[in-house]
C-alpha cells in the first residue's frame, strides 16, 4: 500500500469515528427529553 492509501484510510476512519461520536452525543443529549426527538 501506498503512504496515500493509507493516508486516504485514516481520513475515512476519522471520519467515520468523529460521526460516531457525535451521534453518540446527540442520543446522549435526546435521552432525557424524548418528547424532543420528534419523528426519528
Sequence with gaps: M????ILHLE???SK???NLI?????EDTK???P???GTD
Design 16 to 18: 467515520y469515528w468523529n
Design 22 to 26: 457525535i451521534s453518540l452525543l446527540h
Design 2 to 5: 501506498t503512504n496515500v492509501t
Design 35 to 37: 418528547s424532543l426527538r
Design 31 to 33: 435521552k432525557p427529553a
Design 11 to 13: 481520513t475515512k476512519a
